[in-house]
């Protein structure tokens, strides 16, 4: 009985139970918090944020990711995670939030822009909301080169999606250009696949994919994350976090 206790606790949670095979989180009544951070090595205000940014306790319910844009890159350096993609979803967040600018580093709590001091409050506040979705999400390696992932979503909010991220720990970069010239910047939860958005249609949605890993990035430390959102507001409906689990 106390086995099964322990993992109805860790499930409810939504964090990975230690010693499975792969990566198994399912999320719980209650909000966990989509941290998206919009940043740059090519932007000289940025590395406080990525340190906060890592320096967050996970063990509060929340799932930190840094999404690296390139509008930097003209001046000098070249960011190596930036992507265009990362871009656009930023400038759509902000639009939905009402706001006219895009800027680094802006952070997003569960689709609303905060401030840096403002985080802990926002992910504790959300914490204490029923959540609106009910996520699964299962990774596991498959060899050494592909991820598998699978991922199911429920809800009743209309004009709700899924998507999955695949982030990587532990980064560093010396920095040789531009605003952060002669620095070497350390980074986590830096995004390295994006899979969405998927229409949950009925209600529902579900995903199969293999995400290909390319030969610079450390299977050991990879994370895996789910989240649902509200199309038409933004609204992050509940999100899920694999740690780095999935081996050397």
Request: proline share 4%; hydrophobic share 40%; with cysteine.
């Amino acid at each position: 009985m106390f086995i099964i206790r322990i993992l109805i606790t860790a499930l409810a949670a939504g964090v990975p139970v230690a010693g499975m095979a792969d990566c198994t989180v399912q999320s719980g009544p209650g909000t966990t918090a989509l941290i998206e951070l919009y940043t740059s090595e090519g932007c000289s205000s940025c590395p406080p944020a990525d340190r906060m940014l890592g320096e967050l306790r996970q063990d509060t319910r929340l799932v930190p990711l840094a999404l690296h844009v390139g509008y930097w890159d003209y001046l000098g350096w070249r960011d190596p995670f930036a992507r265009e993609d990362f871009a656009r979803r930023q400038h759509w967040l902000v639009r939905l939030a009402g706001r006219r600018t895009v800027y680094t580093p802006q952070i997003f709590v569960n689709g609303e822009d905060v401030s840096r001091s403002d985080v802990i409050d926002a992910v504790r506040d959300l914490n204490k909301q029923p959540a609106q979705a009910d996520v699964r999400l299962q990774a596991r390696a498959e060899g050494r080169d592909t991820l598998a992932v699978e991922a199911t979503a429920r809800s009743v909010v209309d004009g709700a999606a899924l998507y999955v991220a695949v982030a990587e720990n532990s980064l560093s970069t010396q920095v040789r250009a531009g605003e952060n010239a002669g620095r070497r910047l350390l980074h986590e939860h830096v995004v390295r696949a994006w899979i969405g958005p998927i229409e949950l249609r009925d209600g529902s949605a579900s995903l199969q994919r293999s995400v290909s890993l390319a030969k610079d990035w450390r299977r050991s430390r990879l994370e895996v994350s789910a989240f649902v959102q509200d199309q038409h507001d933004g609204r992050i409906l509940q999100a899920v976090g694999a740690g780095q689990c999935l081996g050397s």
